[in-house]
């Protein structure tokens, strides 16, 4: 397969049929009607059932009673009502947590009193191998043939959008982590509820299958210091993180909450906070069209400037491929930036990512758009924005920029002759346009080694490739 130019001026273009996938959360606290049916591991709340939440989300069913005051000993064991779902106007509500500093004198955390993972139902499978083997898009194989250790699958972590099918890949995080539980009230805990918050299985959402890098990047940090690479995941994780919060009784400070709220905010529907005297309804980000906006109609309408793909980098060697992907992007235009917020990335076969935040492709300069944007995880490259949810395949494939209006601004597609392993595929600088980088004799492999061992020159001018 090799490079294709469908027309002059504008790129071949495809059915333009993925729609905006409703990025919101169903955060569900219903007033159970007998004895709680949870899993072993749910949190010990009377009469109240938090039952398994499946993606993708709807924005109905947001519970509205605000979370319970921490004292000073676990709640009570009497039975508490939880009101159904309530919508006021156009807000969907969600739980307001109690606001409170941490106390300078806390008993200190020690992971090893958060006993974890355990294997509850004697079954050999701990809560890791249970939450591998739930979330796996695929079933998972298995050491041998006791089942007890998941070795493979199928799984998308939603902190970055990338797939992964070695589970050695995988973390399991704690949607709130352990530190962070202890100091929102945790302390108090005794040990067997705290063994509980640890293993719990009881949603979907309190334990999260996700990539090992970004995990370890999060640590116990809270929304007010780290949110998800992928801001399309931001919603969710706002909800999930006060539904996981209010089901535990866990308190927030005030930097936390001002974050929650910011990224409440990005959700494609309004989103309030129940609370006495009334609600507070945040509208739809900007950014984020709602559920029900139809996606843009591909046209070939001319483009007043242009972008030019100069640069893949589909088959690293230094690292994994899920980690080590990533294409440059030239503005030609020596005056003016190029604002990518609502465009764009399509692959062929129908695979899109959103460009959410704002990222600008400088006059006459370059900007480096990568899977993985952490550095320790990509082999040392300096990405301008990590899009996440898209993979280049090593036996050729397409990568067409799209902006809002639906026009394809730069298709380029490559063949397997075209990819080179450890190294990245090349423009010749005095090929720079959209028309020029349609022949594949103005492609090369890069020389120029990068500091990881593989070659390529991203953010950078390329090699000549005579």
């Known amino acids: 397969m090799g490079w294709v130019k469908a027309s002059s001026g504008e790129k071949c273009l495809f059915p333009y049929c993925r729609d905006l996938a409703v990025l919101a959360t169903v955060i569900l606290l219903a007033l159970a009607a007998g004895a709680c049916n949870s899993v072993p591991g749910a949190p010990d709340l009377p009469g109240i059932e938090l039952p398994t939440i499946s993606r993708p989300f709807s924005p109905e069913g947001v519970p509205t009673t605000a979370a319970p005051v921490a004292t000073a000993t676990p709640p009570p064991a009497a039975a508490t009502e939880s009101p159904g ?34 294997d509850t ?47 050695s890949d995988v973390d399991i995080d704690h949607l709130v982590p352990l530190k962070n539980a202890h100091l929102s009230g945790g302390w108090q805990w005794d040990a067997d509820r705290r063994e509980d918050y640890a293993n719990s299985m009881a949603t ?10 970004a995990n370890r990047a999060k640590g116990a940090r809270g929304p007010e210091e780290w949110q998800p690479p992928d801001e399309t995941y931001h919603c969710q994780y706002a909800r999930d993180w006060i539904a996981v919060k209010a089901a535990w009784d866990l308190t927030a400070t005030a930097a ?23 609600t507070i309804a945040l509208p739809p980000s900007p950014t984020m069209a709602p559920p029900d906006t139809p996606p843009p109609t591909l046209t070939t309408a001319p483009f ?29 235009d020596g005056d003016e930036g190029v604002n990518l917020q609502g465009w764009s990335i399509l692959r062929e076969g129908g695979d899109e990512h959103r460009i959410r935040a704002e990222v600008v492709v400088p006059p006459g300069g370059y900007i480096v758009m990568a899977r993985n944007g952490a550095e320790s995880a990509n082999g040392g490259i300096a990405a301008d924005y990590e899009y996440g949810s898209i993979s280049l395949t090593n036996d050729g494939d397409v990568i067409q920029l799209v902006e809002p209006a639906g ?22 600088p005095g090929s720079l346009d959209a028309d020029a980088n349609d022949d594949a004799a103005n492609w090369c492999r890069a020389t120029t080694a990068l500091p990881n061992g593989d070659f390529g020159t991203p953010g950078k001018e390329n090699g000549a490739c005579r």
């Open 204 to 213: 979907d959402y309190h334990l999260v299958a996700v990539e090992k890098y």
């Open 407 to 428: 026009r394809v601004v730069d298709r380029v597609e490559y063949g397997e002759d075209l990819v080179f392993p450890g190294a990245s595929t090349s423009l010749d």
């Open 121 to 167: 139902d004697k079954d050999c499978q701990d809560t890791r191998a249970e939450v591998l083997i739930e979330e796996s898009a695929v079933p998972p194989t298995f050491k041998n043939q006791e089942r007890c250790r998941v070795i493979s699958g199928l799984w998308e972590g939603p902190y970055t959008g990338q797939s992964f099918t070695e589970a």
């Open 85 to 118: 779902p309530t919508e006021v106007g156009d807000a969907i509500l969600v739980p307001r947590l109690e606001i409170a500093g941490i106390p300078a004198d806390l008993p200190a955390y020690s992971r090893n009193d958060w006993k974890h993972w355990n």
């Open 304 to 332: 007043l400037g242009s972008l030019v793909i100069t640069e893949i980098m589909p088959d690293p060697s230094a690292v994994r491929d899920a980690a080590g992907e990533w294409f440059e992007v030239y503005n030609p």
């Open 256 to 278: 936390e909450w001002d974050a929650l709220e910011a990224m409440l905010a990005r959700c494609p529907f309004a989103v309030g906070t129940g609370e006495e005297g009334g």
